[in-house]
């Protein structure tokens, strides 16, 4: 009796610690990289899409990309904001306040290991929130390439030749405009 006593006078009188303090959106979004993966996301859906690669055969590898990368830039810009915000707020509504701050505070590097049991949950919540923002970012980039593409005379199109240069350009990586990731949050 006397031991329970003395723990629980011990334990009223240690002091207990604050609750974690709430991260703020940038610490949020210096471990969530919001940049790096609509960017990551945005090259590998635009990509991987039909439309692409019609608009890059009909106007060769050079002239989709001098369309592509400016299009893509202007997606990434106009649609980064509503990407950072539905990211942050899917570490906020997914991740528990203390482990959210303790990544937080330990930064990309020593703070994304206690974000792994969480990231599936993470996932589905930006994926419900975003996938409108990347359809519309993706739109935005492949609008442009059918616009300057519809313009193109594809009879004057040697089709062989462009064939050769699509398979090459699909095996040195140039196919993808110098916009694929190549690391990072994706």
């Not at 031991?3 to 949020?28: G, H, N």
């Not at 830039?73 to 904001?81: F, G, K, M, S």
């Not at 990211?87 to 528990?96: D, E, F, G, N």
Request: aromatic letters at 4%.
């Amino acid at each position: 009796m006397f031991a329970a006593a003395m723990t629980l006078a011990i334990m009223m009188q240690a002091p207990t610690s604050a609750p974690a303090q709430e991260p703020t959106d940038d610490a949020i979004a210096a471990i969530a990289l919001p940049e790096a993966q609509l960017r990551g996301m945005l090259a590998r859906t635009v990509f991987s899409t039909q439309t692409m690669a019609m608009g890059a055969f009909t106007l060769g590898i050079p002239e989709a990309c001098a369309v592509t990368r400016p299009a893509f830039e202007q997606a990434v810009q106009t649609e980064l904001p509503r990407w950072r915000a539905n990211l942050i707020q899917a570490y906020r509504t997914t991740v528990p306040k203390d482990t959210l701050a303790a990544a937080a505070a330990g930064g990309a590097t020593n703070g994304s290991p206690l974000l792994l049991p969480h990231l599936s949950a993470i996932g589905s919540a930006m994926q419900l929130a975003s996938e409108p923002v990347l359809k519309e970012a993706a739109a935005l980039v492949l609008t442009s390439v059918m616009t300057k593409a519809g313009q193109a005379d594809l009879s004057k199109v040697d089709k062989t030749k462009r064939m050769d240069e699509m398979k090459q350009a699909m095996a040195d990586g140039s196919l993808f405009c110098g916009l694929q990731p190549t690391g990072g949050a994706n």
